[in-house]
């Protein structure tokens, strides 16, 4: 059984560029979440997708948008990159039948 | 929100010896978790316990909700425990996990 995966790895962009990274969940589950890793620093929160639908955001711009596909597979984008967008952007999914959470290995953004 | 605050915030111990983590926060809890991030990055479920108490191997972890606290147990620490710890709590029952700023572990061989 495939855990939560992630791509691109590593990615290295321009100030001003726009961004997407993607995420495919484990399987059985059905909701996904995206978080911001800073260095030296706990994730923190983006956004949450759950029937193809954005059901919670926290604390980021509008800047930052997502998409889930009907395999429930899902997509960031950043647009109009800044320097401090860089960090390690961090996936989990959970099922419908709990609240436990499994994270992916995140990809490395690194915006110059 | 919720506040999760984690102790001590560094660990340095020799490879054997035990170690206590905890984390507190500041209101009921739906869902707690504890996570080893490993120096790529990966975040490695340890614990999921909301309350009552687990163990795993040589990991075993306490949530007493009532008093709003978790502990994080490592018994005869390896080198490849090393790392960081995350205490991690959704306070809604919305799968909106906050995070406190972690313990950095370093078992010296």
């Known amino acids: 059984d495939a855990g939560v995966t992630q791509s691109p790895t590593h990615l290295i962009k321009t100030r001003g560029q726009q961004v997407t990274l993607r995420c495919s969940p484990k399987?059985?589950?059905?909701?996904v979440s995206w978080y911001q890793q800073a260095l030296g620093q706990g994730p923190q929160f983006i956004f949450q997708y759950y029937e193809e639908e954005e059901r919670q955001r926290g604390n980021f711009p509008d800047r930052f948008s997502g998409h889930q596909f009907p395999n429930y597979s899902s997509e960031l984008n950043v647009n109009a990159l800044l320097l401090g967008d860089s960090a390690l952007y961090l996936c989990?999914?959970?099922?419908?039948?709990?609240?436990?959470?499994?994270f992916g290995p995140g990809t490395r953004l690194t915006v110059t | 929100g919720i506040q999760v605050e984690q102790s001590p915030p560094d660990l340095i111990l020799q490879e054997g010896a035990n170690s206590t983590l905890r984390c507190n926060f500041s209101?009921?809890?739906?869902?707690l978790q504890w996570f080893h991030q490993n120096p790529w990055g990966q975040l490695i479920n340890l614990f999921y316990i909301p309350s009552g108490t687990k163990q795993n191997g040589r990991l075993s972890a306490t949530t007493v909700a009532t008093e709003r606290y978790s502990l994080l147990y490592i018994s005869s620490s390896q080198t490849t425990d090393s790392g960081v710890y995350f205490c991690?709590?959704?306070?809604?029952?919305?799968?909106?996990?906050?995070f406190g700023t972690g313990t950095r572990l370093t078992i010296i061989p």
């Open positions: 989990a999914s959970s099922p419908d039948t709990s609240y436990e959470q499994y």
């Open positions: 991690a709590v959704d306070n809604f029952g919305n799968e909106k996990l906050t």
């Open positions: 209101d009921s809890v739906n869902n």
């Open positions: 399987s059985g589950h059905d909701t």
